[in-house]
């Protein structure tokens, strides 16, 4: 699924949880949409020509789609954050998977907190 109106990325940014690598940032917000939806900015700015903007949107596109059946439901943004310069679509795809595989071990993370009180947890 996607995100498509100015209020769902705005919550996701109003959140204020994100992962950052050397050419994208990845914003992330919980939903109650029960799947993972994704939402994708470049900028002119920072990627000056249309295919440029259109080849980054489809590979970020396609990245989402092959490990959306391991993603939690969360909103996400991602988000180009630095120049195109010297980066190959392979440099694109590998930052893109990395960040998704971040999210996923810091979610899985917050999930696996003990909680005081927990009987499962042994204490010694």
Same mark, same amino acid.
């Given at each position: 699924?996607?995100? !498509?109106?100015?209020?769902?990325?705005?919550?996701?940014?109003?959140?204020?949880?994100?992962?950052?690598?050397?050419?994208?940032? +990845?914003?992330?917000?919980?939903?109650?949409?029960?799947?993972?939806?994704?939402?994708?900015?470049?900028?002119?700015?920072?990627?000056?020509?249309?295919?440029?903007?259109?080849?980054?949107?489809? +590979?970020?596109?396609?990245?989402?789609? !092959?490990?959306?059946?391991?993603?939690?439901?969360?909103?996400?943004? +991602?988000?180009?954050?630095?120049? +195109?310069?010297?980066? @190959?679509?392979?440099?694109?795809?590998?930052?893109?998977?990395?960040?998704?595989?971040?999210?996923?071990?810091?979610?899985?993370? @917050?999930?696996?907190?003990?909680?005081?009180?927990?009987?499962?947890?042994?204490?010694?």
């Amino acid at each position: 699924m996607r995100l !498509h109106k100015t209020d769902e990325f705005s919550s996701v940014f109003a959140f204020r949880r994100v992962l950052r690598g050397r050419h994208f940032a +990845l914003h992330y917000s919980p939903n109650s949409a029960g799947t993972p939806r994704l939402g994708l900015v470049v900028a002119k700015k920072l990627a000056k020509r249309a295919v440029q903007r259109n080849l980054v949107k489809r +590979l970020g596109r396609d990245v989402f789609r !092959h490990a959306q059946a391991s993603l939690p439901s969360y909103d996400l943004v +991602l988000r180009l954050s630095a120049k +195109l310069d010297d980066v @190959t679509k392979r440099g694109m795809r590998e930052e893109m998977i990395d960040l998704l595989g971040r999210l996923n071990a810091k979610v899985n993370a @917050t999930h696996r907190k003990p909680v005081q009180g927990d009987s499962s947890v042994s204490v010694p």
